[in-house]
């Protein structure tokens, strides 16, 4: 079992990377979060691995915190959730987000994940609450300000589809923009201002 490869990044795809350790080169699944951290990196770096091995395949996913690890396993336990959805919602959502948004029972933010209706939603929400209160007790003030935060992004990213734009192109400008406390009208100016460079 594979607990972390340590080495540096050759190739990065859309969502894999091929990290390169002892002369052999790993692809590596990963949320386009972590191929974003990953991507401001030069020197050897770390993947925390989880690995799913079948007759057909043997394949790797990549986390560059190992809580976003605990995290993925912890979602990929739920029946109907496999590997892809999982990196799916880390893809979406931040550890913190995807605790806090289970903790308040949310579904209509884990059913905006692509490929995960109400009922699957309702079933991560149930099997998983318990597990994620030992992870993190939030601060309710916090909670409520991570949670409107999280809102705005996603209006900002549906308004700019909207206009025409990809989702990828959409999600990338958006995620650029460092003022996640703005509205999602402010929002989607700075991004646009972005897409428009």
Do not use: W
């Amino acid at each position: 079992m594979i607990t972390y490869l340590k080495g540096i990044v050759t190739e990065m795809g859309e969502n894999t990377v091929v990290l390169e350790a002892y002369g052999i080169g790993y692809e590596v699944f990963c949320s386009t979060r972590t191929i974003g951290e990953l991507s401001s990196l030069t020197d050897t770096v770390k993947l925390y691995i989880h690995e799913v091995i079948k007759e057909d395949s043997h394949d790797l996913y990549g986390f560059y915190r190992i809580e976003d690890r605990e995290v993925f396993r912890k979602l990929i336990s739920v029946s109907g959730i496999g590997p892809k959805s999982g990196i799916q919602i880390l893809t979406l959502y931040s550890v913190q987000e995807i605790i806090e948004i289970i903790m308040e029972q949310d579904s209509k933010a884990l059913s905006k994940v692509s490929g995960i209706g109400p009922k699957t939603a309702q079933r991560i929400i149930l099997e998983l609450k318990d597990a994620m209160s030992k992870l993190y007790v939030p601060d309710l003030s916090i909670l409520q300000t991570g949670l409107k935060d999280t809102e705005s992004k996603h209006e900002a990213i549906e308004a700019l589809e909207a206009l025409g734009y990809s989702h990828q192109e959409a999600k990338k400008a958006v995620e650029a923009v460092d003022d996640y406390h703005s509205n999602s009208e402010t929002l989607i100016r700075k991004a646009l201002s972005i897409l428009g460079m």
